[in-house]
């Protein structure tokens, strides 16, 4: 059973960066697809980014293109969601999950999720 488990959530003042990091365990293919998902208090969960482990290459939301930047590290099963010029618009809890694909970048695509991690913008 994969599981997955978000970190790297904080406060961050307006401008500022974090990164957050996604380790997967209990599944050992390179055929399936990361995707970043966020979810503001009182909002739908909205996808963030998407990552095709296969192919190596990476959607990303348009709220979020040129700010944000995903990598990976295979040997530690980890997938890195880079954020700069953090907005305060960006606050929500974070989450990565895991699908044989990207598909639509829906939520309902995915079917293995972390716990969410807390992101917080604010002066």
């Known amino acids: 059973q994969l599981q997955l488990e978000e970190s790297g959530g904080g406060l961050v003042q307006p401008g500022g960066s974090l990164r957050l990091s996604c380790v997967a365990s209990?599944?050992?293919?390179?055929?399936?697809?990361i995707g970043w998902f966020r979810q503001a208090t009182g909002k739908e969960r909205e996808g963030v980014s998407c990552?095709?482990?296969?192919?190596?290459?990476?959607l990303y939301a348009d709220s979020v293109k040129g700010r944000f930047t995903v990598s990976r590290d295979d040997a530690k099963h980890t997938v890195w969601l880079q954020m700069n010029s953090l907005k305060p618009e960006d606050t929500a809890v974070y989450y990565c999950?895991?699908?044989?694909?990207?598909?639509?970048?829906?939520?309902?695509?995915?079917?293995?999720w972390g716990q969410g991690t807390q992101v917080t913008v604010s002066s």
């Open positions: 990552l095709n482990m296969a192919v190596g290459s990476t």
């Open positions: 209990g599944f050992t293919s390179a055929h399936y697809a």
């Open positions: 999950a895991a699908s044989d694909a990207c598909y639509s970048g829906q939520p309902y695509d995915f079917g293995f």
